[in-house]
T-cell receptor, first 115, second 113 residues
Framework: SAVISQKPSRDICQRGTSLTIQCQVD?????MFWYRQQPGQSLTLIAT?????????ESGFVIDKFPISRPNLTFSTLTVSNMSPEDSSIYLCSVQVGTGDSPLHFGNGTRLTVT | GDSVTQMEGPVTLSEEAFLTINCTYT??????LFWYVQYPGEGLQLLLKATKADDKGSNKGFEATYRKETTSFHLEKGSVQVSDSAVYFCASHSGGGADGLTFGKGTHLIIQP
């Protein structure tokens, strides 16, 4: 398994500002992902964070809004840019240890409220 | 694409009651199936999994059996505790990293003493 530290755990931000969320893993992992969990909803995959190259975004998510960095195999950041109240969600970092259909491990999430 | 349907919540039970949370899936091929649990204020944790038909996953008194004939993976526990109060997510994984992972909408379970 993997221990995932995510910070901040929560934040309240003003409209139009940006927030960067950090994700640190205690071991090297190949696959690292960012999810969004809107209130009362399930998880939606935002992107796969690729080490050494640009992230792979899912439909409906773009790099200008959610820039992602992955400088090494243990760390990634997700930035939520030019925030609006609709961005209020829980953002979760996740890693896959192993390959194929190995289960994902999740951080505790960042609860973001945009006012 | 794949989809996962689980029963709507919240589900409210008394302590020591029997629990069933229904989950059905649609997928091409034979996905692996998972139950994740999210306790208040925390991220998701893997609760149990099953990778092929008739497999039974179990953990912390919870069980789920992979039923190919009914495309189901219902979560059960014989006697729930207040500490089981959480949101439970059923998921199917057809491989290929996170883009092959499909979550249900989650079922909020509330256990009353």
């Amino acid at each position: 398994s993997a221990v995932i530290s995510q910070k901040p755990s929560r934040d309240i931000c003003q409209r139009g500002t940006s927030l960067t969320i950090q994700c640190q893993v205690d071991s090297q992992v190949t696959m690292m992902f960012w999810y969004r969990q809107q209130p009362g909803q399930s998880l939606t995959l935002i992107a796969t964070a690729n080490q050494g190259s640009e992230a792979t975004y899912e439909s409906g998510f773009v790099i200008d809004k959610f820039p992602i960095s992955r400088p090494n195999l243990t760390f990634s950041t997700l930035t939520v840019s030019n925030m609006s109240p609709e961005d209020s969600s829980i953002y979760l970092c996740s890693v896959q240890v192993g390959t194929g259909d190995s289960p994902l491990h999740f951080g505790n999430g960042t609860r973001l409220t945009v006012t | 694409g794949d989809s996962v349907t689980q029963m709507e919540g919240p589900v409210t039970l008394s302590e020591e009651a029997f629990l069933t949370i229904n989950c059905t899936y649609t997928a091409t091929g034979y996905p692996s199936l998972f139950w994740y649990v999210q306790y208040p204020g925390e991220g998701l944790q893997l609760l149990l999994k099953a990778t092929k038909a008739d497999d039974k996953g179990s953990n912390k008194g919870f069980e789920a059996t992979y039923r190919k004939e009914t495309t189901s993976f219902h979560l059960e526990k014989g006697s729930v505790q207040v500490s089981d109060s959480a949101v439970y997510f059923c998921a199917s994984h057809s491989g290929g990293g996170a883009d092959g992972l499909t979550f249900g909408k989650g079922t909020h379970l509330i256990i009353q003493p």
